[in-house]
């Protein structure tokens, strides 16, 4: 079988032009929505307590939120979690005046009182100090921030040993471009889904910067081997000849991933949902940065200087 | 060429073999006996999101200690001033200062006093005279402070475990965690709540003089007498918490704490007594507490445990023997988990829960399920496509993609790492990007193929061409999991753990297992037509 015919050769470097433009407006976008509005955050991040209970019986929202008005508990909302029918709740504590250890015995009390001690279960109980919210915080950002920026150094190294500092630099210069594209997509994607960001998110952003610079480095080194065997044609062609030949690659490789993705979505439970549809995101915006940005970037910095 | 095949084909089959004899644990249950004892019998580590559990991240209040200790040096301040005859001093805590005033013409004796007994403090401020009074401001030393915070959160760690070890928890983790944390893990707690009241009680027991002479009333509305204080008896619990608290006026100074006690044990109830709590005093414990009692028959001690007074007894007679008990309106079951405290011994500092994850079994139980499925129908999503896009290549890769599983299952329950939901989708993702190297170097086989290659050298081509590609792809996946594992916590770290072996693995399947076919049949001259 062949998804992508052999000699398929297709004039991707020619809407590189159309591609900045989108992609600069939607990360753009992202970065306002972020400083405006500001992500969802979990608990892990925000601090506050969140308890999943499980009923046996049917009940629904209102029931619940009657019984914890009763005591004072710091505001609190409630959702359904899991499959409809379930009758399984998260109610989400912002912080309260009570000691996090104690909140979720008063909870359990409540519910106790209102429906009975043998007719629910607490199934979680996650609660988390505003300071190590915020220390978890900016340990997460800076995460993300240092993976990125050492995945540029290992591409500049990597390729510039070969090719000269310069080159390296363009690439890496590239990859560092296209994962801050992937990862704002990324977190863009979660927002307008309203997904909370928690620890598991800052695992696949991770993940997201470690496998969308797979594809750069693929293509990069087709690249530099056909810089080094096609010496007639302009850097745009052999850009777009190595694109076209790794293509085939590009997809397959994805398409596995994304197949055990939707398979982790739909099957893996609600706990990880959000990282495998974070994961979904970024390696479908990964493929696209590569093909739309990292490579072309080489180009918009090679024809400028060229031009001087 | 045909014995190197033969040598990397015993390697790998014994690595499987391997690998299979490290999962049997974990799979098979009961082990027959034998194997526990000439085989490794680690299962694989289930985390806490798994198995269900408890993870307790507790912050000292070391600031406390300090205070505590800083109290004390006051304490012997105010004595040691008095026995040297110095009249009119006055000696105040001010945070972690002791601020003293006296009158100056004695304040060349005082400065005497201080460098003589109490060279371990320092000076906060240079002392001051105005008028006809002199200030000392003393602080404790640097160094000082820095060992007392170590010694209160190694100290507070000690206790705690020793608690949960009598608690009963099997396999918990309790280590140091950051400057001033500690961090309990109890996998398949039934009773979180209980335990946390057994861990996070400071358990500070404390014998009191009752006063008598005093009101209580009068003491809460105008405050204690000096040397005095109040404090309440036990109310009722939860919901009425505070509806009738007896107050007690009591000697603020305790006439002995709890760090005499070598035993506490159980008594159930009896008579109309509800359970109660003997301690066994050591004895130098059994001493002071028979001269304590002798000195003050007739009068009522108060039984203190963390500012809240059990009982107050009237001492009869001189009790010797050092044996007291603390009655109060428990239930057995309160009445054990004091004695597990008891005998541990207090906190040097109170703690405060800062962090807790509470996963119930039957969540657990559901995680597993699902990951296990999710696993299933991904894995064989991807076998299915391979096979059909490949044809034999596809099959060979599928060979080493079930070969990655399985070795990096065994590599968890070889170095006893933790397997956790996030874990899981790890091993996932891991199948689906394994295949990664075996399309890159399908591709570069068909590609080489088309170039007019004959099979065989486009076989070795394929691999050669493809493994820079393969290298980096992996170094760059596998830099991001490292700083996971630096950065996560938990399940998260668990995530890491498995994407990182994965990769290891990926790279020994994918590149060298899948080789040894294609050279078995280079080598046998059977390699006219390829499958890919």
């Known amino acids: ?149 050492m995945m540029g150094i290992y591409i500049w190294i990597r390729f510039g040993g070969a090719f000269g500092a310069r080159f390296g630099l363009l690439f890496g210069t590239g990859a560092v471009i296209a994962l801050i594209h992937d990862v704002l997509v990324t977190v863009g994607a979660l927002m307008l889904t309203n997904y909370e960001f928690d620890l598991t998110v800052v695992a696949a952003l991770l993940t997201i910067v470690g496998f969308s610079v797979n594809d750069t480095v693929v293509i ?89 | 060429m045909r014995q190197s095949v033969q040598t990397r084909f015993i390697l790998f089959t014994v690595l499987t073999l391997a690998s299979v004899i490290y999962l049997v644990p974990t799979f098979v249950n009961p082990l027959p006996e034998w194997w526990s004892k000439f085989l490794p019998a680690n299962r694989i580590n289930l985390g806490l999101d798994l198995q269900g559990g408890t993870h307790l991240v507790l912050e000292v209040k070391v600031d406390k200690a300090l205070e505590n200790n800083v109290e004390r040096i006051r304490a012997d301040l105010i004595k040691v001033l008095r026995e040297k005859g110095i009249s009119g001093a006055s000696v105040e805590r001010e945070g972690f200062q002791v601020h003293i005033k006296v009158a100056a013409a004695s304040s060349e004796q005082v400065r005497g006093i201080l460098k003589g007994e109490f060279g371990n403090l320092a000076e906060a401020k240079p002392q001051q005279t105005v008028g006809a009074t002199t200030d000392f401001y003393l602080t404790l030393s640097k160094e000082e402070i820095r060992s007392l915070r170590d010694y209160a959160v190694d100290q507070t760690l000690e206790t705690i475990r020793n608690r949960v070890d009598q608690f009963g928890v099997s396999e918990p983790i309790i280590q140091r965690h950051a400057q001033n944390n500690i961090l309990i893990q109890l996998p398949g707690i039934q009773d979180p709540e209980r335990a946390k009241e057994i861990i996070g009680k400071t358990a500070l027991l404390e014998f009191k003089l009752v006063d008598d002479s ?58 109309l007594q509800g359970a109660s709590v ?44 050092g044996r007291a008990s603390i009655t109060g309106n428990f239930d057995l079951k309160e009445a054990r988990d004091l004695a597990i405290i008891l005998r541990a011994g207090a906190l040097p500092a109170p703690v405060e829960i800062v962090e807790e994850r509470t996963v119930g079994p039957s ?44 070795y990096m299952l065994a590599i968890l329950a070889g170095l006893q790492a933790v397997l956790t939901l996030p ?70 770290k668990g995530f890491a753990v498995t994407l990182c072996g994965g990769i290891l693995t990926t790279i020994l399947t994918a590149v060298y297992v899948t080789r040894v076919y294609y050279d078995y049949r280079i080598s046998a001259r059977k390699l006219e037509r390829i499958s890919i």
């Not at chain 2, 894995?379 to 990655?404: E, P």
Request: glycine share 10%; aromatic share 8%; hydrophobic share 45%.
């Open chain 1, 1 to 149: 079988m062949e998804l992508i015919r052999p000699g398929t050769n297709f004039p991707f470097t020619r809407y590189r032009k159309v591609a900045f433009l989108i992609s600069t407006l939607v990360n753009a976008a992202v970065l306002v929505a972020l400083f405006v509005k500001g992500p969802n955050l979990g608990v892990d991040f925000a601090g506050g307590t969140i308890i999943q209970v499980k009923f046996h019986q049917n009940s629904t929202i209102p029931d619940i939120r009657k019984a914890l008005d009763k005591v004072n508990l710091g505001g609190g909302v409630i959702q359904d979690f899991g499959e409809p029918g379930s009758n399984e709740y998260l109610i989400r504590l912002e912080k309260a005046d009570t000691e996090i250890g104690a909140l979720g015995e008063q909870v359990k009390k409540v519910l106790a009182e209102q429906f009975g001690a043998d007719k629910f279960e607490v199934r979680r109980i996650e609660s988390v100090g505003p300071q190590i919210g915020e220390d978890l915080r900016f340990r997460g950002t800076m995460s993300v921030v240092v993976s990125t920026i």
């Open chain 2, 214 to 271: 005093s009101n209580a009333e009068d003491a809460v509305k105008n405050g204690p007498p000096p040397g005095r204080q109040v404090l309440y008896g036990q109310a009722g619990r939860g919901e009425n918490l505070g509806a009738e608290k007896a107050g007690y006026v009591l000697e603020a100074r305790p006439l002995m704490t709890g760090e005499y006690i070598q035993d506490a044990r159980v008594r159930p109830a009896e008579h």
């Open chain 1, 220 to 308: 990069c080194d087709r690249i530099r081997e056909n810089l080094r065997k096609i010496k007639r044609e302009t850097l745009e062609s052999i850009i777009n000849t190595s694109i076209n030949e790794t293509l085939s690659r590009t997809i397959l490789t994805t398409g596995t991933a994304l197949l055990v993705l939707a398979s982790l979505y739909f099957l893996g439970g609600e706990v990880i949902k959000p990282f495998a549809f974070a994961l979904l995101v970024g390696f479908v915006s990964g493929v696209y940065s590569t093909i739309f940005i990292a490579s072309p970037v080489i180009l918009l910095w090679e024809s400028r200087t060229v031009r001087k």
């Open chain 2, 423 to 492: 874990g899981i989708a790890g091993i996932v993702l891991t199948v689906g990007m394994a295949v990664d190297a075996n399309v890159l170097i399908n591709e570069r086989i068909r590609e080489e193929l088309r170039a007019g290659r004959a099979v065989r050298s486009a076989v070795e081509a394929g691999y050669k061409n493809a493994l820079p590609a393969i290298l980096d792809s992996n170094i760059t996946t596998f830099l991001s999991g490292v700083i996971l594992f630096q950065f996560g916590t938990g399940p998260v």
């Open chain 2, 278 to 321: 003997e301690l066994i005093l050591n004895p130098a414990g059994a001493r002071l507490f028979e001269q304590i009692t002798a000195a003050n028959v007739k009068r009522r001690l108060a039984i203190v445990l963390d500012n809240r007074v059990y009982s107050a007894p009237v001492i009869q007679e001189r009790i010797a023997g």
């Open chain 2, 363 to 406: 969540l657990g139980q559901d995680s597993i399920r699902q990951g296990v499925t999710s696993f299933v129908v991904g894995g064989l999503l991807v076998i299915v496509f391979m096979i059909a896009y490949y044809k034999g290549a596809g099959l060979v890769a599928v060979v080493a993609v079930v070969l990655n599983v399985l």
